[in-house]
Nanobody, 123 residues
Framework: QVQLVESGGGLVQAGGSLRLSCAAS????????MAWFRQAPGKEREFVAA????????NYKDSVKARFTISRDNAKNTVYLQMNSLKPEDTAVYYC????????????????WGQGTQVTVSS
């Protein structure tokens, strides 16, 4: 079992920045690919970003590629999502997810999920 706890969400004005953190416990963090997903009200959950076990390979949703950065610190068992130039359409609950093995971009590939953290971007 892997337990994931997100933090760092909040209310920010358009153009602002937030950094989300996801602390993992329970298994060897370095064995897991990590990802961030988000779900806006009335919409399906969508992929945002993923990172492989070493941090050397990443993947992003096109609309966030130039603004968001995913990173990880295996010594701290933590994955981060730095979000810059935030837009109102980025408003959603953001979820951290873990997958044993390689990085994928689809939600069903991830077996462990956090409880989510709310990000609200005002215009």
């Amino acid at each position: 079992q892997v337990q994931l706890v997100e933090s760092g969400g909040g209310l920010v004005q358009a153009g602002g920045s937030l950094r989300l953190s996801c602390a993992a416990s329970g298994r060897t963090f370095g064995d897991y690919a990590m990802a961030w997903f988000r779900q806006a009200p009335g919409k399906e959950r969508e992929f945002v970003a993923a990172i492989n076990w070493s941090g050397r390979s990443t993947n992003y949703k096109d609309s966030v590629k130039a603004r968001f950065t995913i990173s990880r610190d295996n010594a701290k068992n933590t994955v981060y999502l730095q979000m810059n130039s935030l837009k109102p359409e980025d408003t959603a609950v953001y979820y951290c997810a873990a997958r044993y093995g390689g990085m994928v971009v689809g939600g069903p590939g991830y077996g462990y999920w956090g409880q989510g953290t709310q990000v609200t971007v005002s215009s």
